[in-house]
């Protein structure tokens, strides 16, 4: 199913085996929860508990690119093993027409992780999902491109505020709505998803590089670091953002030892362009 983040690995997120065949799918460790995946509003109220914040986020930015951490109700919508038996549960209403077309119709909560194999780069086309998990996929839409390339911001709403991953809306924007968030705890319990290594190319992956060795594919930034890939001619962070997984995907496939990536500036969407290349880098935060 294509989002406006990047392609997800579609199931009925109250069906067991369906799940358990996305686990198995993605070779995702089954500690490691999944996003309900909402057609709006009064469905994510069906399965988790909504306080003022949480009201305050999903009325400012939903639908759309960013995923909430709640208390899990008792409704049975969410399964056990789609939230790694915790008692919370990750929600979020995408904006694609698609996504939003094949939930309304299927009229309960789908989970969809990315549709990569476990540890490897998202998908941002139907053709990259495809060849990383679209042999176990009963059925395929086709959304073209992902207008933004880079997965959704989550944040956890338990206690005080805080920022699980860095994503499409920036840090900036979400405080403006809720406050300064904290920064996400080592405990695998609260954002179990940053304990594994994430979205990494096969070659070694090198960063803030601006004089590339002979031996490297270049992937580059803005007019002064134009590379063999250029994240965004221009130095635009949302083309960039668009373009970072297909491009070390692309990458990847040359006959290079290594990826060198030019330095990406860290504000506004570059903090989850950063986050997202130091995980390919083989630094987990
Ligand atoms: O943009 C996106 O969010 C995409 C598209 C397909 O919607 N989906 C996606 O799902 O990125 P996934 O499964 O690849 O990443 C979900 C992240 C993981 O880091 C996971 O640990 C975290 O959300 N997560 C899920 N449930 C959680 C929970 N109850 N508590 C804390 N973190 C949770
Ligand atoms: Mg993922």
């Given at each position: 199913m294509p989002t406006e983040t990047v392609y997800g690995l579609a199931a009925d997120a109250a069906n067991p085996r369906a799940v358990a065949a996305v686990y198995a799918a993605k070779g995702r460790p089954s500690f490691n929860p999944l996003i309900a995946h909402v057609a709006d509003l009064a469905m994510a109220r069906r399965i988790a508990g909504f306080e003022a914040r949480a009201e305050a986020l999903a009325a400012r930015?939903?639908?759309?690119?960013l995923t909430l951490v709640l208390p899990a109700s008792d409704?049975?919508?969410?399964?056990d093993l789609a939230r790694a038996g915790l008692d919370t549960v990750a929600v979020r209403a995408p904006a694609h027409p698609l996504a939003h077309a094949l939930i309304a119709a299927f009229g309960g909560p789908v989970v969809a992780p990315s549709?990569?194999?476990?540890?490897r780069p998202s998908p941002t086309t139907l053709a990259d999902a495809m060849d990383e998990?679209?042999?176990?996929?009963a059925a395929v839409l086709d959304g073209?491109?992902?207008?933004?390339?880079l997965e959704s911001t989550v944040v956890s709403l338990l206690d005080t505020p805080r920022l699980l991953r860095p994503g499409a809306v920036t840090r900036a924007e979400i405080e403006a709505v809720v406050g300064p968030l904290s920064e996400a705890e080592a405990d695998a319990k609260r954002s179990p998803g940053r304990l594994t290594r994430h979205y990494a190319p096969n070659l070694p992956v090198r960063l803030n590089v601006t004089e590339p060795r002979d031996d490297e594919v270049w992937v580059g930034f803005g007019?002064?670091?134009?590379?063999?890939?250029?994240?965004s001619p221009r130095g635009d962070l949302a083309e960039a953002a668009a373009n970072l997984f297909s491009f070390l995907r692309a990458a990847d496939r040359s006959q290079a030892k290594g990826i060198a990536v030019a330095p990406v500036p860290g504000e506004g969407l570059g903090e989850a362009i950063n986050d997202r290349l130091r995980r390919a880098a083989g630094f987990v935060g």
């Open positions: 930015f939903w639908p759309g690119p409704d049975m919508a969410v399964c549709a990569n194999r476990s540890g998990t679209g042999a176990a996929a073209g491109p992902c207008a933004i390339g007019p002064r670091w134009p590379g063999a890939f250029n994240l």
